[in-house]
């Protein structure tokens, strides 16, 4: 795969379905981020630089951090009255005010800061969205007005 990415022109590329017990033992040692090179490459020229995601999926409950009942209230999209199912594990998505704009930055940042411990850098991938999302205009401004108060 490294090698054909490689030759496509790829320099980087993120990988999601991975088996459960891999994805524990590299969060465990930090190595979810890594240079993919074939074994069979002396010369370096099939290194690609491959981020591995963390959690169970893409969507955005597995993506914000370690804890998917947390993560799907910022999943504006399963507000009641959208199209998407409601969270799953009893806490859904509520507009953020004035008000609560500090106790729910408080919550993000908490797993961001949980996320960011199964990595060795400074940087943080934080995907907002999956499969079919933003199809509609009504996508991004759900998420915009509830993200960027």
Not at 1 to 10: C, P, Q, S, V
Not at 78 to 88: A, D, Q, S, T
């Amino acid at each position: 795969m490294a090698y054909l990415l490689g030759r496509m022109g790829f320099e980087n590329m993120l990988i999601q379905r991975t088996h459960y017990e891999l994805k524990k033992e590299l969060a465990l040692h930090k190595n979810l981020e890594y240079i993919w090179r074939q074994s069979w490459d002396t010369m370096e020229t099939t290194d690609i630089f491959v981020h591995m995601m963390p959690f169970y999926s893409y969507d955005i409950p597995h993506t914000c951090g370690p804890e998917p009942a947390v993560c799907c209230q910022f999943d504006f999209a399963r507000k009641r009255g959208f199209k998407y199912e409601l969270c799953p594990w009893g806490k859904h998505p509520v507009e953020t005010t004035q008000d609560n704009v500090q106790e729910r930055a408080s919550k993000l940042l908490d797993q961001y800061r949980k996320k960011s411990t199964l990595y060795r850098t400074n940087t943080l991938l934080i995907p907002l969205g999956d499969d079919f999302r933003y199809i509609s205009m009504d996508d991004p401004k759900i998420s915009n007005i509830n993200v960027f108060l």
